[in-house]
Protein backbone atom coordinates (compact mmCIF):
# COMPACT_ATOMS: atom_id res chain seq x y z
CA UNK A 1 0.00 0.00 0.00
CA UNK A 2 1.02 3.36 -0.60
CA UNK A 3 2.07 6.27 1.37
CA UNK A 4 0.37 9.37 0.33
CA UNK A 5 3.07 11.72 -0.15
CA UNK A 6 3.60 14.49 2.50
CA UNK A 7 2.61 17.75 1.42
CA UNK A 8 4.98 20.35 0.81
CA UNK A 9 5.30 23.19 3.30
CA UNK A 10 3.83 26.22 1.85
CA UNK A 11 6.61 28.59 0.05
CA UNK A 12 7.92 31.24 1.83
CA UNK A 13 6.98 34.69 0.18
CA UNK A 14 10.30 36.45 -1.09
CA UNK A 15 11.29 39.44 0.80
CA UNK A 16 11.10 42.38 -1.22
CA UNK A 17 13.81 44.89 0.16
CA UNK A 18 12.73 47.53 -2.35
CA UNK A 19 9.20 48.03 0.06
CA UNK A 20 8.89 51.34 1.06
CA UNK A 21 8.56 49.51 4.99
CA UNK A 22 11.87 47.79 4.80
CA UNK A 23 13.78 50.72 3.65
CA UNK A 24 12.66 52.71 6.24
CA UNK A 25 13.83 49.94 8.57
CA UNK A 26 17.00 49.93 6.97
CA UNK A 27 17.01 53.44 7.07
CA UNK A 28 16.41 53.67 11.15
CA UNK A 29 19.85 50.71 11.88
CA UNK A 30 21.59 52.70 10.09
CA UNK A 31 20.85 56.09 11.72
CA UNK A 32 20.86 54.18 15.12
CA UNK A 33 24.78 53.00 13.86
CA UNK A 34 25.81 56.05 13.20
CA UNK A 35 24.19 58.49 16.13
CA UNK A 36 26.32 55.34 18.21
CA UNK A 37 29.86 55.79 16.32
CA UNK A 38 29.13 59.87 17.14
CA UNK A 39 28.41 59.25 20.84
CA UNK A 40 31.73 57.34 20.88
CA UNK A 41 33.86 59.75 18.96
CA UNK A 42 32.55 62.56 20.88
CA UNK A 43 32.94 60.38 24.44
CA UNK A 44 36.78 59.97 23.23
CA UNK A 45 37.27 63.61 22.46
CA UNK A 46 35.53 65.00 25.88
CA UNK A 47 38.25 62.30 27.60
CA UNK A 48 40.95 63.55 25.54
CA UNK A 49 39.93 67.32 26.01
CA UNK A 50 39.69 66.65 30.15
CA UNK A 51 42.99 65.06 29.72
CA UNK A 52 44.36 68.06 27.75
CA UNK A 53 43.48 70.44 30.05
CA UNK A 54 44.51 68.68 33.12
CA UNK A 55 47.96 68.92 31.56
CA UNK A 56 47.93 72.56 30.56
CA UNK A 57 46.70 74.23 33.68
CA UNK A 58 49.29 71.66 35.63
CA UNK A 59 51.64 72.75 33.03
CA UNK A 60 51.62 76.11 33.36
CA UNK A 61 51.10 76.62 37.23
CA UNK A 62 54.11 74.19 37.42
CA UNK A 63 56.61 75.33 35.30
CA UNK A 64 57.77 77.91 37.22
CA UNK A 65 57.91 75.87 39.99
CA UNK A 66 61.05 74.29 38.51
CA UNK A 67 62.78 77.86 38.76
CA UNK A 68 63.92 80.31 41.63
CA UNK A 69 64.87 83.60 41.67
CA UNK A 70 68.28 84.44 42.97
CA UNK A 71 70.02 88.00 43.90
CA UNK A 72 73.27 89.22 43.29
CA UNK A 73 75.16 89.34 47.12
CA UNK A 74 78.56 91.29 47.39
CA UNK A 75 80.29 89.70 50.76
CA UNK A 76 83.60 90.73 52.36
CA UNK A 77 84.24 87.65 54.48
CA UNK A 78 87.02 89.35 56.00
CA UNK A 79 85.06 92.01 57.28
CA UNK A 80 82.72 89.82 58.75
CA UNK A 81 85.30 89.25 61.02
CA UNK A 82 84.25 85.38 61.25
CA UNK A 83 86.79 83.68 63.43
CA UNK A 84 86.85 80.42 61.61
CA UNK A 85 90.06 78.14 60.44
CA UNK A 86 88.96 77.03 57.09
CA UNK A 87 90.78 73.37 58.04
CA UNK A 88 87.05 73.14 60.21
CA UNK A 89 85.39 73.72 56.89
CA UNK A 90 86.48 70.18 55.56
CA UNK A 91 85.46 68.15 58.99
CA UNK A 92 82.05 67.11 60.11
CA UNK A 93 82.29 69.90 61.89
CA UNK A 94 81.37 72.32 59.41
CA UNK A 95 77.68 73.25 60.08
CA UNK A 96 78.26 73.89 63.58
CA UNK A 97 81.24 76.12 63.35
CA UNK A 98 79.35 78.38 61.11
CA UNK A 99 76.25 78.70 62.84
CA UNK A 100 78.66 79.76 65.80
CA UNK A 101 79.35 82.54 63.57
CA UNK A 102 76.57 84.01 63.42
CA UNK A 103 76.69 83.20 60.01
CA UNK A 104 72.70 84.07 59.05
CA UNK A 105 72.63 87.50 60.82
CA UNK A 106 76.06 88.79 58.96
CA UNK A 107 74.42 87.64 55.76
CA UNK A 108 71.55 90.31 56.49
CA UNK A 109 73.66 92.80 57.56
CA UNK A 110 75.44 92.46 54.28
CA UNK A 111 72.62 92.70 52.03
CA UNK A 112 71.24 95.89 53.69
CA UNK A 113 74.72 97.95 53.48
CA UNK A 114 75.18 96.74 49.74
CA UNK A 115 70.75 97.34 49.03
CA UNK A 116 69.67 99.65 52.31
CA UNK A 117 66.58 99.10 53.90
CA UNK A 118 63.71 98.09 51.78
CA UNK A 119 59.97 97.82 51.99
CA UNK A 120 60.06 94.26 51.50
CA UNK A 121 63.01 91.80 52.17
CA UNK A 122 65.40 90.56 49.75
CA UNK A 123 66.34 87.76 51.23
CA UNK A 124 64.99 84.25 50.85
CA UNK A 125 65.58 82.83 54.66
CA UNK A 126 67.73 80.09 53.16
CA UNK A 127 70.00 82.69 51.65
CA UNK A 128 72.63 81.73 54.24
CA UNK A 129 72.38 78.51 53.72
CA UNK A 130 73.60 78.94 50.23
CA UNK A 131 76.69 80.90 50.98
CA UNK A 132 77.21 78.35 53.69
CA UNK A 133 77.25 75.87 51.41
CA UNK A 134 79.72 78.23 49.20
CA UNK A 135 82.49 78.14 52.25
CA UNK A 136 81.98 74.51 52.18
CA UNK A 137 83.08 74.06 49.01
CA UNK A 138 85.87 76.74 49.05
CA UNK A 139 87.12 77.54 52.38
CA UNK A 140 89.65 80.34 50.82
CA UNK A 141 86.82 82.41 50.24
CA UNK A 142 87.32 83.30 54.10
CA UNK A 143 89.90 85.78 52.72
CA UNK A 144 88.38 87.43 49.98
CA UNK A 145 85.70 89.55 48.88
CA UNK A 146 82.97 87.52 46.54
CA UNK A 147 79.56 87.96 44.68
CA UNK A 148 77.64 85.06 45.29
CA UNK A 149 73.91 84.86 43.70
CA UNK A 150 71.73 83.88 46.71
CA UNK A 151 68.26 82.83 46.40
CA UNK A 152 65.65 86.08 46.57
CA UNK A 153 62.26 86.26 48.82
CA UNK A 154 59.11 84.95 47.87
CA UNK A 155 57.91 88.50 47.88
CA UNK A 156 60.59 89.35 45.51
CA UNK A 157 60.26 86.53 43.23
CA UNK A 158 56.30 87.26 43.00
CA UNK A 159 57.13 90.89 42.36
CA UNK A 160 59.53 89.86 38.94
CA UNK A 161 56.63 87.39 37.85
CA UNK A 162 53.94 90.14 38.49
CA UNK A 163 52.27 88.27 41.05
CA UNK A 164 52.85 90.81 43.97
CA UNK A 165 51.88 94.41 43.03
CA UNK A 166 53.80 95.50 46.04
CA UNK A 167 57.35 93.94 45.51
CA UNK A 168 56.60 94.25 41.53
CA UNK A 169 58.51 97.98 41.39
CA UNK A 170 61.43 97.04 43.72
CA UNK A 171 61.87 93.49 41.80
CA UNK A 172 61.47 95.56 38.57
CA UNK A 173 64.54 97.96 39.23
CA UNK A 174 67.09 95.23 40.81
CA UNK A 175 65.89 93.37 37.56
CA UNK A 176 66.79 96.09 35.33
CA UNK A 177 70.46 96.62 37.28
CA UNK A 178 71.63 93.02 36.60
CA UNK A 179 71.28 92.26 40.30
CA UNK A 180 68.40 89.43 39.60
CA UNK A 181 68.08 86.74 37.48
CA UNK A 182 66.02 83.98 37.22
CA UNK A 183 67.21 79.95 36.39
CA UNK A 184 66.35 76.59 36.77
CA UNK A 185 66.45 75.11 40.13
CA UNK A 186 68.27 71.99 40.59
CA UNK A 187 67.70 72.53 44.37
CA UNK A 188 63.89 71.08 44.01
CA UNK A 189 65.02 67.50 43.32
CA UNK A 190 67.89 67.76 45.82
CA UNK A 191 66.33 69.37 49.34
CA UNK A 192 63.35 68.47 51.14
CA UNK A 193 60.64 70.91 52.81
CA UNK A 194 61.13 73.80 54.54
CA UNK A 195 58.64 76.70 55.32
CA UNK A 196 60.18 78.46 52.67
CA UNK A 197 58.85 78.37 49.59
CA UNK A 198 61.91 79.17 47.31
CA UNK A 199 63.95 77.09 49.83
CA UNK A 200 61.47 73.46 49.48
CA UNK A 201 62.40 70.28 47.49
CA UNK A 202 61.43 67.11 46.55
CA UNK A 203 63.89 65.06 47.32
CA UNK A 204 62.83 64.12 50.76
CA UNK A 205 59.11 63.15 50.14
CA UNK A 206 60.68 61.30 46.83
CA UNK A 207 63.02 59.05 48.76
CA UNK A 208 60.34 58.04 50.89
CA UNK A 209 58.34 57.47 48.25
CA UNK A 210 60.85 55.13 47.19
CA UNK A 211 61.43 53.61 50.68
CA UNK A 212 57.08 52.98 50.83
CA UNK A 213 57.67 51.63 47.66
CA UNK A 214 60.17 49.18 48.20
CA UNK A 215 58.32 47.82 51.57
CA UNK A 216 55.33 47.79 49.27
CA UNK A 217 56.97 45.53 46.66
CA UNK A 218 58.41 43.10 48.86
CA UNK A 219 55.73 41.76 51.08
CA UNK A 220 52.53 42.08 48.14
CA UNK A 221 54.60 40.61 45.15
CA UNK A 222 55.75 37.38 46.51
CA UNK A 223 52.63 36.76 49.08
CA UNK A 224 50.15 37.73 46.27
CA UNK A 225 51.72 35.27 43.46
CA UNK A 226 52.38 32.50 45.95
CA UNK A 227 48.45 32.78 46.94
CA UNK A 228 47.40 33.02 43.47
CA UNK A 229 49.21 30.00 42.56
CA UNK A 230 47.88 28.04 45.40
CA UNK A 231 43.93 29.17 45.01
CA UNK A 232 44.46 28.48 40.81
CA UNK A 233 46.84 25.45 40.87
CA UNK A 234 46.18 23.82 43.78
CA UNK A 235 43.21 24.95 46.38
CA UNK A 236 40.16 22.25 45.97
CA UNK A 237 36.89 23.76 44.31
CA UNK A 238 34.61 24.29 47.16
CA UNK A 239 32.46 26.52 49.08
CA UNK A 240 35.67 27.28 51.45
CA UNK A 241 37.48 28.74 48.02
CA UNK A 242 34.72 30.21 46.77
CA UNK A 243 34.32 32.52 50.42
CA UNK A 244 37.71 32.90 49.88
CA UNK A 245 38.06 34.00 46.24
CA UNK A 246 34.78 36.59 47.27
CA UNK A 247 36.44 37.83 50.04
CA UNK A 248 39.16 39.17 47.76
CA UNK A 249 37.87 40.58 45.57
CA UNK A 250 35.59 42.40 47.82
CA UNK A 251 38.92 43.64 49.30
CA UNK A 252 40.03 45.00 45.93
CA UNK A 253 36.89 47.36 45.86
CA UNK A 254 37.74 48.68 49.57
CA UNK A 255 38.49 52.05 50.20
CA UNK A 256 41.86 53.07 51.02
CA UNK A 257 40.98 55.02 53.37
CA UNK A 258 39.76 51.68 55.55
CA UNK A 259 43.34 49.92 55.05
CA UNK A 260 44.69 53.29 56.63
CA UNK A 261 42.08 52.64 59.81
CA UNK A 262 43.39 49.24 59.85
CA UNK A 263 47.37 49.75 59.62
CA UNK A 264 46.28 52.80 62.28
CA UNK A 265 44.60 49.68 65.08
CA UNK A 266 47.10 46.65 64.24
CA UNK A 267 50.61 48.54 63.45
CA UNK A 268 50.13 51.46 65.59
CA UNK A 269 47.61 50.69 68.35
CA UNK A 270 48.57 49.80 71.84
CA UNK A 271 48.46 45.94 72.59
CA UNK A 272 47.54 44.06 75.78
CA UNK A 273 49.90 41.38 76.30
CA UNK A 274 49.50 38.87 79.37
CA UNK A 275 47.79 42.06 81.15
CA UNK A 276 50.59 44.37 79.52
CA UNK A 277 50.13 47.15 77.51
CA UNK A 278 52.90 46.66 74.80
CA UNK A 279 53.25 50.18 72.23
CA UNK A 280 52.95 50.26 68.86
CA UNK A 281 54.54 47.21 66.77
CA UNK A 282 55.95 49.70 63.92
CA UNK A 283 57.38 53.27 64.41
CA UNK A 284 55.33 55.79 63.72
CA UNK A 285 55.51 57.93 60.15
CA UNK A 286 57.94 55.36 59.05
CA UNK A 287 58.41 54.12 55.30
CA UNK A 288 58.33 50.69 57.22
CA UNK A 289 54.77 50.97 58.03
CA UNK A 290 53.37 52.82 55.40
CA UNK A 291 54.70 49.96 53.19
CA UNK A 292 53.06 47.29 55.46
CA UNK A 293 49.86 49.12 55.08
CA UNK A 294 49.99 49.96 51.29
CA UNK A 295 51.07 46.04 50.93
CA UNK A 296 47.48 45.11 52.37
CA UNK A 297 45.85 47.43 50.28
CA UNK A 298 47.42 46.50 46.98
CA UNK A 299 47.46 42.82 47.74
CA UNK A 300 44.20 41.49 46.32
CA UNK A 301 44.48 43.50 43.02
CA UNK A 302 48.03 41.54 42.37
CA UNK A 303 46.41 38.18 43.45
CA UNK A 304 43.24 39.00 40.97
CA UNK A 305 45.78 39.37 38.24
CA UNK A 306 48.16 36.94 39.02
CA UNK A 307 45.10 34.22 38.99
CA UNK A 308 43.75 35.58 35.28
CA UNK A 309 47.03 35.23 33.98
CA UNK A 310 47.81 31.63 35.32
CA UNK A 311 44.56 30.82 34.22
CA UNK A 312 45.43 32.43 30.79
CA UNK A 313 47.94 29.48 30.35
CA UNK A 314 46.70 26.67 28.23
CA UNK A 315 46.01 23.09 29.98
CA UNK A 316 47.81 21.74 27.10
CA UNK A 317 51.27 23.00 28.51
CA UNK A 318 50.54 21.59 32.19
CA UNK A 319 49.39 18.23 30.37
CA UNK A 320 52.34 17.76 28.24
CA UNK A 321 54.86 18.62 31.25
CA UNK A 322 52.73 15.66 33.55
CA UNK A 323 53.11 13.62 30.83
CA UNK A 324 56.97 13.67 30.57
CA UNK A 325 57.13 13.07 34.74
CA UNK A 326 57.46 16.60 35.69
CA UNK A 327 56.24 17.17 39.30
CA UNK A 328 53.11 19.65 39.83
CA UNK A 329 55.65 22.17 41.33
CA UNK A 330 58.07 21.73 38.57
CA UNK A 331 54.90 22.46 36.30
CA UNK A 332 54.16 25.45 38.04
CA UNK A 333 57.38 26.78 38.66
CA UNK A 334 58.99 25.87 35.23
CA UNK A 335 56.31 26.28 32.54
CA UNK A 336 53.11 27.90 34.37
CA UNK A 337 54.58 30.87 36.15
CA UNK A 338 56.92 31.91 33.62
CA UNK A 339 54.26 32.15 30.85
CA UNK A 340 52.15 33.90 32.90
CA UNK A 341 54.79 36.09 34.20
CA UNK A 342 54.33 39.20 31.57
CA UNK A 343 50.57 39.72 33.15
CA UNK A 344 51.71 39.15 36.56
CA UNK A 345 53.82 41.61 36.24
CA UNK A 346 51.50 43.78 34.45
CA UNK A 347 48.97 43.89 37.48
CA UNK A 348 51.19 44.48 40.25
CA UNK A 349 53.04 47.23 38.65
CA UNK A 350 49.82 48.80 38.06
CA UNK A 351 48.84 47.71 41.94
CA UNK A 352 51.97 49.86 42.59
CA UNK A 353 50.98 52.97 40.89
CA UNK A 354 47.76 52.87 42.19
CA UNK A 355 49.66 52.27 45.57
CA UNK A 356 52.41 55.20 44.49
CA UNK A 357 49.69 57.80 43.97
CA UNK A 358 47.49 57.02 47.60
CA UNK A 359 47.37 59.53 49.95
CA UNK A 360 44.27 59.37 52.41
CA UNK A 361 45.74 55.57 54.25
CA UNK A 362 49.22 57.26 54.61
CA UNK A 363 47.92 60.65 56.51
CA UNK A 364 46.19 58.48 59.05
CA UNK A 365 49.43 56.18 59.99
CA UNK A 366 51.21 59.56 60.30
CA UNK A 367 53.25 59.84 57.06
CA UNK A 368 52.01 63.83 57.11
CA UNK A 369 55.00 64.94 59.33
CA UNK A 370 56.92 68.40 58.94
CA UNK A 371 60.03 65.79 57.58
CA UNK A 372 63.01 68.82 56.57
CA UNK A 373 65.63 65.52 56.30
CA UNK A 374 65.61 62.85 53.95
CA UNK A 375 64.94 59.54 55.61
CA UNK A 376 68.09 57.08 56.32
CA UNK A 377 66.50 54.20 56.32
CA UNK A 378 63.42 52.36 56.60
CA UNK A 379 62.62 52.90 60.28
CA UNK A 380 63.22 56.86 60.16
CA UNK A 381 60.41 59.56 59.75
CA UNK A 382 59.17 60.40 56.56
CA UNK A 383 56.63 61.35 54.33
CA UNK A 384 55.66 60.82 50.60
CA UNK A 385 55.00 62.46 47.24
CA UNK A 386 51.44 62.58 47.31
CA UNK A 387 51.28 63.91 51.01
CA UNK A 388 53.80 66.38 50.05
CA UNK A 389 51.62 67.67 47.49
CA UNK A 390 48.71 67.72 49.92
CA UNK A 391 50.77 69.48 52.82
CA UNK A 392 51.71 71.84 50.17
CA UNK A 393 48.37 72.82 48.89
CA UNK A 394 47.52 73.98 52.19
CA UNK A 395 49.29 76.63 52.10
CA UNK A 396 48.46 80.07 50.87
CA UNK A 397 51.77 81.52 49.37
CA UNK A 398 51.63 81.82 45.78
CA UNK A 399 54.90 80.20 45.87
CA UNK A 400 53.75 77.30 47.37
CA UNK A 401 51.03 76.80 44.59
CA UNK A 402 53.86 76.80 42.23
CA UNK A 403 55.60 73.97 43.97
CA UNK A 404 52.91 72.03 43.99
CA UNK A 405 52.21 72.22 40.77
CA UNK A 406 55.91 71.26 39.99
CA UNK A 407 55.46 68.38 42.23
CA UNK A 408 52.52 66.64 40.31
CA UNK A 409 54.05 66.81 37.49
CA UNK A 410 56.96 65.07 39.05
CA UNK A 411 54.38 62.51 40.19
CA UNK A 412 52.79 62.46 37.12
CA UNK A 413 55.88 61.69 34.85
CA UNK A 414 56.44 58.62 37.82
CA UNK A 415 53.07 57.72 37.00
CA UNK A 416 53.37 57.41 33.45
CA UNK A 417 56.74 55.42 33.52
CA UNK A 418 55.47 52.66 35.91
CA UNK A 419 52.56 52.21 33.67
CA UNK A 420 55.02 52.39 30.19
CA UNK A 421 57.07 49.61 31.86
CA UNK A 422 53.78 47.69 32.64
CA UNK A 423 53.39 48.20 28.85
CA UNK A 424 56.61 47.48 27.49
CA UNK A 425 56.47 44.05 29.94
CA UNK A 426 53.59 42.91 28.64
CA UNK A 427 54.66 43.25 24.47
CA UNK A 428 57.95 41.92 25.02
CA UNK A 429 57.08 38.68 27.01
CA UNK A 430 53.55 38.20 25.88
CA UNK A 431 53.44 34.78 24.04
CA UNK A 432 50.66 34.60 21.57
CA UNK A 433 48.69 31.00 21.44
Known amino acids: MNKPAPEAAPARAPTDWKTEAMQKRIRRRYARERRFKLFGMLAVILSAAFLAFL??????????????????LPLD????????????????????????????????????????????????????????????ADPSLLHQKKLLWVPASTQVEQGLRGNDAAAAPLAKKLYDAGKLHTGFNAGFFSESDSTDPVAVGIWGAFKGSLLTMAVTFLIAFPIGVLSAIYLEEYAPKNRWTDLIEVSINNLAAVPSIIFGLLGLAVFLGSWSLFGMRVGPLLPRSAALVGGVTLALMIMPVIVIASRNAIKGVPPSIRDAALGIGASRIQVVFHHVLPLAMPGILTGTIIGMARALGETAPLLLIGMRAFI??????????????PVQIFLWSDEVSRGFVEKTSAAILVLLVFLLAMNGLAIYLRNKFETRW
Open 372 to 385: VTPPGGFTDPATVL
Open 77 to 136: FPAMAMKIDPAQLSTPGANLALAGAELEDKVSNAALAAYGAQSVPLLSDAAWLKVREALK
Open 55 to 72: LFTMVTNGWRGFTRTEIA
